[in-house]
């Protein structure tokens, strides 16, 4: 298996520009999550889905940030307008509770850097 | 609600030498427990976790972590460190319901 992917690994962009994260999850995972993780606020999540659905985004930071999982194997964090603050790593994992694998596969990240 | 507390945010220890970092949890539901290694530009792995059964749950390179329920505690620890076991290391809970509260994180940084 591939793994969970994310693209891009690395996002550069001006102040107010629309950035949009893409991830695949693992085939059959039908769990996904979106963390944030900088140097001061270390590891966040924002969002996490169960069979597409979202089930807790109490921690996406503000409504500049959505996500979407329009099917089971491929989910969007957008950000509009970015802000030089939203500069961080962001992460996205899947899981599956079937079979008792429970434990979060995370991808390579996104290093986004807004300027 | 769950929350996750890792007592040390660095850990410096020399090579061979033993080392144990600390994360105790609070939850009012029952969960699951891990601990995920991040090394330098890389994601998140899963280093072990403990679902059920033994209280002593051990990983393939060596590390290992007790359940400790009247404490809601889950140590790692390991007898011997090497140079490539620097890396940042993450306790985390997970309910039934599958979402997980992450620690802070600890930095080992394993000295030759």
């Known amino acids: 298996d591939a793994g969970v992917i994310q693209s891009p690994r690395h996002e550069v962009t001006e102040m107010g520009q629309e950035v949009t994260l893409r991830c695949k999850p693992i085939s059959g995972h039908n769990s996904l999550f979106w963390y944030r993780q900088t140097m001061m606020r270390g590891l966040e999540l924002l969002i996490y889905f169960n069979n597409n659905v979202p089930i807790d985004d109490s921690g996406m930071p503000e409504d500049r940030f959505s996500a979407k999982m329009p099917n089971a194997s491929f989910s969007t964090l957008k950000i509009q307008p970015s802000e030089p603050r939203d500069s961080a790593v962001y992460f996205c994992?899947?899981?599956?509770?079937?079979?008792?694998?429970?434990?979060?596969?995370f991808g390579p990240g996104t290093r986004l850097t807004v300027t | 609600a769950q929350s996750v507390t890792q007592l040390d945010s660095q850990v410096p220890v020399f090579e061979e030498a033993p080392v144990e970092l600390r994360c105790n949890y609070s939850?009012?539901?029952?969960?699951?427990l891990f601990w995920y290694v991040q090394y330098p530009n890389q994601g998140l792995q899963l280093l072990l976790k403990?679902?059920?059964?033994?209280?002593l749950v051990e990983s393939i390179n060596g590390f290992e972590a007790e359940f400790n329920k009247s404490q809601t505690s889950f140590h790692l620890r390991k007898p011997s460190v090497h140079i490539s076991d620097t890396a940042e290391y993450f306790c985390?809970?997970?309910?039934?319901?599958?979402?997980?509260?992450f620690g802070d994180g600890t930095t080992l940084t394993v000295k030759p």
């Open positions: 994992a899947s899981s599956s509770r079937t079979g008792g694998v429970i434990e979060q596969y």
């Open positions: 939850s009012s539901v029952s969960v699951y």
């Open positions: 403990y679902l059920s059964g033994s209280t």
């Open positions: 985390a809970v997970t309910t039934n319901a599958g979402k997980s509260t």
